[in-house]
């Protein structure tokens, strides 16, 4: 089939089978409270694990068919393929948890290509132990961040490892999405004169995440912006076709991405402190934790360089969708000297911006 | 694009970017000699590690353009898409090890559905402290595998987690194939008077692990049977086109593969027991290890139902492929109760096969 019909598409979900290897018909749970060995066995503990929480999250027809592999149909276009592994700790935490993280993290990654995402699929690496009901939490997150974003995981696995062979859980989710016809984004295509525009204040995930992990109460709110941007780019690419790089800046924080253009592009990208949205908790929070929120990873922003002529048309876009309500431009390509990131400090100086050396935030994704 | 050209497709794969949030330019590798956090913090350990390591060994153009995510043309047919987490200890073993099962795993469970494999995706997540040299190791066995099997790994990740929260590499990998039009396999197509065929012996990687895993030396060679399956499955699908049920005897064993095809086909399988082929280092280590190889994951196996009037171009086709020199019909599919495995043993006794309840080897893919 080759055709860009939504029926045809429709019909194609319908014929997706599940990648499992474990069972093929529903089972009466045991009584465990925690997932045991037998579990990732791939016999009848595996099936009840399987049925009792993740197909009854899971809805979809194409999960519950239980093939080794899912079969869909594509409309004939550029397919876009991607895979992360999410090891956040801790699991759950203020404005999100993994289960969310992985979801919106892998639609994100197909969005940044221009993506319109179609299908997810996600191995679980379950660590004896973990409570069953974490595991239904995450999953039932993660199912409904995929209801959000109208976006179906089609393919799963799970394994399971011994007892201090993990962290709980472990996910890792991949994604197909096709990419429309004269969509062309890379993270080499930046020309001096561009501008650089980040969809909204930076620095909430990986703050909301520590705030946990340290045991710290912040004043003011402090949640993770884990979200699906698809249709925040979708909008963005409507408006300014023209979009020269979109990436997202997750782990290595606004500082790391704005570095991988630069040096993907071969140019030169001057930012200006003053115009980089932080919201005040976070700000706060980086000052008691002796972080720089250039470096602190966000979960639900992304960064677009654009030809400064669609700049207004740009971030009009994305301030009418409420996930980029604060974008801002916040600096511009020049020709100074490839791969280079500067910053204009609010004091008036100028200072490099380097990539990270080391780890500042680990397992924050 | 709708194509079906080759060359087509070669100028998508042309075309295709890697996931990766981290790096945009080779970096000098620093002189670390074990895993550290930092590499994985998305910064300049990230880039070192990515570089010195995954670009070395696999030198795709797609791994090296590193976009957030691959984009690739499909040839406008049906799209499998399949995803399993390798978490096999010990990391090395006889006859393979976690990157080459990881590659050879994802293959199959593509080719199971009659796919034809185009693209991998492949996500790490290491233990601080695994020693890069394991690491290359294993991605040079993994890049090798897709080299025989003629199939690119065009996206990936890296995630580290601190000691004690994993066991050295876990590996998800994922997978995209077009199913050829015509092909309909499911496992839910047996239907009475259909036989059963396996490829070749059971047990080998399950033994072969175990082998290690206990210290055991056992007379005879013991090695794992992992191998892509996809030309097996190719020649076996063009010999006997109307192949009703294709699945891979992994974790859980035959047993347990032919457990879920009765189910799904809501039919009875009657094994025979004697035919059953497998090699005698294996059933002597069964038989030390108290294991019972209709329950022992294979990596390289296939079985196959077919109608009984293509069960001889089946059986030849699968011979003339050395990974399928020792296929044989094991059984047969028959209308007794829906969803029974019953194995006739050599000694004429019958008795019923059932899912494995709960663990027999874990961490054994």
Redesign the interface.
Same mark, same amino acid.
């Given at each position: 089939?080759?055709t860009a019909d939504p029926e045809a598409l429709s019909q194609?979900r319908s014929? &997706?089978?599940v990648?499992s290897?474990?069972?093929?018909?529903p089972v009466p749970r045991s009584g465990h409270d925690t997932i045991?060995?037998?579990h $990732?066995? $791939?016999?009848?503990?595996?099936?009840e694990l399987l049925s009792g929480t993740f197909l009854a999250a899971f809805t979809s027809a194409e999960l519950a068919?239980?093939?080794? &592999? &899912?079969?869909?149909?594509?409309p !004939? !276009?550029?397919?876009?393929? *991607? *895979?992360?592994?999410?090891?956040v700790?801790p699991r759950f935490f203020p404005g999100g948890d993994i289960g969310r993280l992985a979801v919106s993290g892998t639609i994100n990654?197909?969005a940044?290509?221009g993506?319109k995402p179609l299908?997810l699929?996600?191995?679980?690496?379950l660590e004896e132990g973990l409570p069953i009901e974490d595991l239904r939490r995450i999953v039932a997150s993660a199912a409904a961040t995929c209801k959000e974003a109208g976006v179906p995981l089609?393919?799963?696995?799970?394994? +399971?490892?011994?007892r201090?062979?993990?962290?709980g859980v472990?996910i890792?989710t991949? $994604? +197909? $999405?096709i990419?429309p016809a004269g969509i062309e984004i890379?993270?080499d295509r930046a020309r001096p004169g561009d501008v650089v525009i980040v969809s909204g204040a930076i620095g909430d995930h990986g703050i909301a995440v520590m705030s946990v992990r340290e045991g710290i109460e912040f004043s003011g709110d402090l949640a993770s912006d884990a979200a699906p941007l698809h249709i925040l780019v979708a909008g963005l690419l409507e408006a300014a076709p023209g979009v020269r790089c979109?990436?997202?800046p997750?782990? !290595?924080g606004l500082a790391?991405?704005v570095?991988?253009?630069?040096?993907?592009s071969k140019v030169c990208i001057e930012l200006d402190e003053a115009a980089i949205p932080v919201h005040a908790p976070v700000r706060g929070a980086c000052e008691l934790l002796g972080l720089d929120p250039m470096y602190v990873a966000n979960e639900g922003k992304l960064v677009a360089i654009v030809d400064s002529s669609e700049a207004g048309a740009a971030l009009e876009a994305l301030r009418s969708n409420p996930l980029g309500r604060e974008a801002a431009v916040i600096g511009r390509v020049t020709q100074g000297p490839a791969?280079m990131v500067s910053l204009r400090t609010a004091a008036g100086s100028s200072r490099i911006v380097d990539?990270?050396?080391?780890?500042?935030l680990?397992?924050i994704c």
């Open positions: 089939m080759s194609a014929e &997706a089978v990648d290897d474990s069972l093929s018909c045991q060995m037998g $990732g066995s $791939g016999g009848r503990m595996s099936a068919a239980l093939g080794d &592999a &899912a079969v869909v149909d594509t !004939g !276009g550029r397919l876009a393929f *991607t *895979t992360d592994a999410y090891v700790t990654d197909l940044m290509m993506a299908y699929a996600a191995a679980f690496i089609v393919a799963g696995d799970t394994k +399971v490892v011994d201090g062979s993990g962290d472990y890792t991949s $994604g +197909v $999405g990419v890379g993270p979109l990436r997202d997750t782990r !290595g790391s991405t570095n991988e253009l630069a040096g993907a791969g990539l990270l050396a080391g780890e500042q680990p397992r």
